[in-house]
């Protein structure tokens, strides 16, 4: 079957980096793609990877191991609009996108 | 430039109503999705369209139906709500199914009662 996990919920301090992991499994793979959802509203593109290793993007990062199944967002120097879910995804052999349910991150002045 | 907008903002429907969710997009994208978010799940896809006059089923079709009679249109459609279609409804685009990111709209919010 297909499944993404990720840790439903995480709480990190005003300043600090944090790392959400994510561990995929998709029939086939056609890249990981991680979205930020604030409250109430529709989720916003953050990052792609297809190829293993680091994508840096400003203060946010995404890794992957295509070997491990697994990715990770990395976000420096926090700020209190980070607040937000994180939706990690993984695209299968079909381009379907089967997607986590997302971490809650609460950032904490 | 409005991107993705969808109607109504949000619902309450008694089940065994026909509801007709609207979605239009500006930025000629040929892939349009329609998904479900339920708390503590992820999103769901409901159907597809890879580009206009053809649609495929996601996860979760039965219940709704779709069509994509041109490029910019994807309305979904419950033909008799059932409460557990009670969901935060948002449609998607991308340029094409294979190659780019998903661009969502505001999203759609119906209760079936």
């Known amino acids: 079957g297909q499944n993404i996990d990720q840790p439903t919920e995480m709480t990190a301090t005003e300043g600090a980096i944090v790392q959400i992991n994510c561990t995929y499994q998709?029939?086939?793979?056609?890249?990981l793609f991680w979205y930020q959802q604030h409250a109430g509203e529709a989720p916003t593109f953050l990052s792609y990877?297809?190829l293993d290793g680091l994508e840096e993007k400003g203060r946010f990062s995404s890794f992957l191991s295509r070997s491990k199944g697994y990715s990770y967002l990395l976000l420096k120097e926090l700020q209190m609009k980070d607040s937000a879910s994180y939706l990690c995804?993984?695209?299968?052999?079909?381009?379907?996108?089967?997607w986590g349910a997302g971490t809650k991150l609460i950032i904490k002045p | 430039i409005a991107g993705i907008t969808q109607a109504p903002t949000s619902q309450i429907l008694a089940a065994g109503r026909r509801m007709t969710l609207r979605c239009t997009q500006d930025m000629r994208h040929n892939a349009m999705y329609w998904y479900r978010q339920d708390l503590g799940l992820g999103l769901r896809l409901i159907h597809y369209?890879?580009?206009?006059?053809?649609?495929g089923k996601g996860e979760v079709p039965d219940g709704y139906s779709v069509s994509r009679a041109n490029t910019d249109d994807f309305p979904l459609t419950l033909a008799s709500a059932v409460p557990s279609q009670t969901s935060v409804y948002f449609c998607?685009?991308?340029?094409?199914?294979?190659?780019?990111?998903?661009?969502f709209g505001p999203g759609t919010r119906l209760t079936v009662l």
């Open positions: 369209s890879n580009t206009a006059g053809t649609t």
């Open positions: 998709t029939s086939g793979f056609n890249g």
């Open positions: 990877n297809v």
């Open positions: 995804a993984g695209r299968d052999s079909n381009y379907q996108l089967i």
């Open positions: 998607a685009s991308s340029e094409t199914g294979e190659v780019s990111e998903q661009f």
